[in-house]
């Protein structure tokens, strides 16, 4: 059990451009969560696979953001036309099913400037 | 909607006193209950869960926190503090649905400790 990865660790981006964000859960998780944390706040949900299936997505998934998990295992986050208002911690999250709590991964640091 | 209210932004404690970090959560029925601690950019750790069953949960660490449904808490302590647990807090409540336990967080209680 090496536990949840999450790649890269930083991320600077200018204003405008795409950029996307890797996470290698726990490899017998079949549930994949995606969060995202301002300065200041706790995790806020983004969305959430089990298996390759994406099941549910916030409202604060708005339709520059895309995630998938192609083979229900590893996933990745895209951000288009990334804006300064994008900019957080976006931690990565996996778990074998809901009666378990969640491991998750160090996260990756976004700063759009 | 569930919710999740720590009302202590910050508390400092001195090594060797005794700790207690609130929370309180509004949910319809009986929640999963959680509590993680995270250090200076890194993820979160989880300390401990309550699902059903005995109140009084014991987690990882020496910390055990109490559900107590009359007053929708579930506060986390630990009996005597040392200066490693210095870091950021947070209580979550986890929907019970079948298909989803996405949790709801709240602001968090960032804990120094002094030496």
């Known amino acids: 059990d090496t536990g949840v990865s999450q790649n890269p660790r930083h991320k600077i981006t200018k204003r405008g451009q795409n950029v996307t964000f890797r996470c290698d859960p726990i490899?017998?998780?079949?549930?994949l969560y995606w969060y995202r944390q301002t300065l200041g706040q706790g995790p806020e949900f983004l969305t959430y696979?089990?298996?390759?299936?994406?099941?549910?997505k916030s409202r604060l998934l708005s339709d520059r953001f895309s995630a998938e998990r192609p083979k229900g295992s590893f996933s990745t986050l895209e951000i288009q036309r990334t804006e300064q208002g994008d900019s957080a911690m976006y931690l990565c999250a996996s778990n074998r099913d809901s009666n378990y709590g969640y491991t998750f991964g160090s996260g990756t640091r976004l700063t759009v400037v | 909607a569930q919710s999740v209210t720590q009302p202590d932004i910050h508390i400092t404690v001195s090594e060797g006193a005794s700790l207690e970090l609130r929370c309180n959560y509004s949910?319809?029925?009986?929640?999963?209950l959680f509590w993680y601690v995270q250090s200076p950019g890194q993820g979160l750790q989880l300390l401990l869960k309550y699902f059903s069953g005995d109140t009084l949960v014991q987690g990882i660490k020496g910390f055990e926190a109490e559900f107590k449904r009359s007053q929708s808490s579930f506060n986390l302590r630990k009996p005597s503090v040392h200066w490693s647990d210095a870091a950021e807090y947070f209580c979550?409540?986890?929907?019970?649905?079948?298909?989803?336990?996405?949790?709801?967080f709240g602001t968090g209680t960032r804990l120094q400790v002094t030496l």
């Open positions: 696979f089990q298996n390759e299936a994406q099941l549910e």
């Open positions: 490899s017998e998780h079949n549930r």
């Open positions: 949910y319809g029925a009986t929640p999963y």
């Open positions: 979550a409540v986890g929907e019970r649905t079948g298909t989803a336990s996405k949790l709801t």
